[in-house]
């Protein structure tokens, strides 16, 4: 029973995806402050407000390098003054690349997405946005808001 799920493990590992490291630098950047930048995709690309979805992180640190500590990640609405209700999970899948899990975008408006990366010299703040998402509720209820 042992070797069997051992051989069910194996393939798993096979079977998924893989992610390459990060090329850096980034070409264009979403976000950048001093020495680090980064670049991101969202799956599903157009998330639906109420939908989870996750985020393909590209992180670069300094003299061009694959960045390969910690990333904590957080969206707001900075004209409400809110963040999200919940906190994404992040996990390295190669050096400078990351899938962070457990978004969910709770109501229409402008939402930014926030980073928070570990720097030489303390925490290292990158932002991007804000991006509307007002037009994905209107677009889902039929409505115009």
Known sequence: MRLAGLIT??????SAPTLAAANCPIAAPMAAAGDYQLSYTLTPALPAVGQPFQMMI???????????GPILVDADMPAHRHSMNYKPSVISTAPGTYVAEGFLLHMPG?????FRLAGANGPVR????PVSYTHLRAHETG???
């Open 9 to 14: 493990g194996v393939a798993a590992l096979l």
């Open 58 to 68: 590209q992180a670069c640190g300094p003299a061009n390098s694959a960045y390969t």
């Open 110 to 114: 402008d939402w930014r997405f926030k």
């Open 126 to 129: 990158l932002a991007h946005g």
């Open 143 to 145: 409505r115009n808001l």
